[in-house]
């Protein structure tokens, strides 16, 4: 074994890969398009190719449909029904608030406004607040004898 000192320094073997030089001229073997094909913009200086550019093929953004409509305006009820209510009155509820349905987890959101709809059977005397009813919502409490209280949506 040689002793190791600075005039024989090498690296390991396989460790350095000898790159060939591009563009250095046609007797170097990659000179003229320098291995970027012939012409086109990605073998131009300069070339920056878009974040939505997929080669050619048709972008993702105009593949997708484009129809429909958001209504920005549209007003979402949390729903309600009258068996969920009867279910309240048979707890001993007469007094059905927002704020009721949602100590009970019938509503999430008391900033959403909440609708009460007709499905069901009313056995029971209560007094409803909310935002909204139905038709059938509002004629089967007012044949239990109870009353509606209508909301402003204002303050949902």
Same mark, same amino acid.
């Given at each position: 074994m040689k002793s190791l000192s600075l005039n024989n $320094?090498?690296?390991a073997d396989g460790s350095v890969k000898k790159s060939k030089r591009i563009g250095r001229g046609q007797g170097s073997g990659k000179g003229g398009t320098s291995t970027k094909?012939? &012409?086109?913009?990605q073998s131009r200086s300069g070339y920056k190719f878009k974040a939505y550019f997929?080669?050619?093929?048709m972008p993702i953004s105009r593949r997708i449909p484009k129809f429909?409509? #958001?209504?920005?305006?549209?007003?979402e009820y949390q729903i309600i029904?009258? !068996?969920? $209510?009867?279910?309240? *009155? !048979? &707890?001993?509820i007469t007094e059905i608030?927002? !704020?009721v349905l949602k100590s009970n987890r019938l509503v999430g959101n008391l900033k959403k406004p909440i609708k009460v709809l007709g499905k069901g059977e009313? &056995?029971?005397?209560?007094?409803? @607040? *909310? #935002?909204k009813f139905s038709q059938s919502a509002k004629t089967a409490i007012e044949n @239990?004898?109870?009353?509606?209280i209508e909301l402003s949506n204002e303050n949902c």
């Open positions: $320094l090498r690296p094909g012939h &012409k086109g913009g997929e080669g050619g093929q429909g409509f #958001n209504n920005i305006h549209k007003i029904n009258i !068996e969920q $209510l009867n279910v309240l *009155a !048979e &707890k001993g608030t927002p !704020e009313l &056995k029971h005397k209560i007094t409803v @607040s *909310a #935002n @239990s004898q109870g009353k509606v």
